[in-house]
């Protein structure tokens, strides 16, 4: 079994800028990279990934063992919900539940096109969820009305909310 990565092969092979959060490469390592070039790239969903010895590392995580020494114990949250954004201030730790209430784009799936909101036969509803359970927050006119009722409870009642 291979080990993890440690802090200290870490930052013998790049630097890391905790306020802008870039990786760039001390040393080349392969033909893919060169001493001075930002590290890694954006995947389908934003957030960095960065290849090292034939394994795949998120940004996010690399940055916590870069600053911190050590890898991180539970999930790392971009506190302003933008995955590409791995500076040391904008990372906390978390648990999933709570990475989970720091949503802040809507899926591409939603109709609505809204946070919070699904188009019903009546016009819009809104709901939330809180411990795995979905809380029906009321049937609205206008999909606003429904989306302004979902940020009031997720602003009370999540806990690792941003909005």
């Not at 040391?88 to 809507?106: A, C, D, E, W, Y």
């Not at 009321?138 to 009722?149: C, I, L, R, V, W």
Request: charged share 20%.
């Amino acid at each position: 079994m291979k080990q993890k990565l440690t802090a200290e092969e870490l930052r013998s092979i790049m630097s890391y800028d905790p306020v802008s959060g870039e990786f760039r490469w001390k040393k080349r390592l392969s033909q893919g990279t060169r001493a001075g070039e930002v590290a890694g790239c954006l995947n389908t969903l934003g957030y960095w990934q960065i290849g090292i010895r034939r394994h795949r590392y998120y940004g996010h995580r690399l940055a916590w063992l870069h600053f911190y020494g050590e890898w991180p114990p539970t999930e790392v949250d971009h506190i302003d919900g933008n995955p590409s954004n791995n500076r040391i201030g904008n990372l906390r730790l978390t648990s999933h539940s709570t990475n989970m209430q720091n949503l802040t784009r809507v899926s591409k799936k939603t109709q609505s096109g809204m946070l919070g909101v699904h188009v019903t036969k009546q016009g819009f509803s809104s709901k939330i969820m809180i411990n795995y359970k979905s809380i029906h927050l009321g049937n609205f006119k206008t999909a606003e009305e429904a989306h302004a009722a979902y940020v009031a409870a997720k602003r009370e009642l999540h806990e690792g909310n941003t909005l």
